[in-house]
């Protein structure tokens, strides 16, 4: 059971690991809630991030080990379809904001444009 009502972008996770104080104290208090929520692409966008060093994979890899990680599933799939032909957004950005519409979760992210025009959604931006 997801103990947050936030699902993290995977720009806030990577900002994190770059050491942003606003995106460090988010995580690091989602954590001590016991978990933080993510969708499976951003796990696979996250840990597939070209910019790792191999000691940062790792570290990465670590912290994904703190996540409650959300599914790809049917529901997911049909809500982000009609999200890419409704919003004209990215695949990544459609699965993601169909995690957050269909549990009821807010999405943390510093791309507040990617998920313009998406009826319903609630977006945080830590930076601001």
């Not at 699902?7 to 104080?21: A, E, V, W």
Request: charged share 25%.
């Amino acid at each position: 059971m997801p103990t947050s009502e936030f699902l993290i972008d995977t720009n806030i996770l990577i900002y994190h690991t770059k050491g942003s104080q606003p995106t460090t104290d988010l995580i690091t208090n989602l954590i001590v809630q016991h978990s933080f929520n993510i969708s499976t692409l951003t796990k696979i966008e996250f840990l597939g991030w070209d910019k790792h060093t191999p000691d940062g994979f790792e570290k990465c890899n670590r912290l994904m080990e703190n996540a409650n990680i959300y599914s790809l599933d049917e529901n997911i799939a049909s809500k982000a379809i009609e999200l890419k032909r409704k919003a004209k957004i990215k695949l990544a950005d459609a699965v993601i904001a169909s995690t957050a519409l269909l549990n009821n979760l807010k999405i943390v992210t510093k791309n507040i444009d990617d998920f313009k025009g998406i009826e319903g959604l609630e977006l945080v931006n830590p930076f601001k």
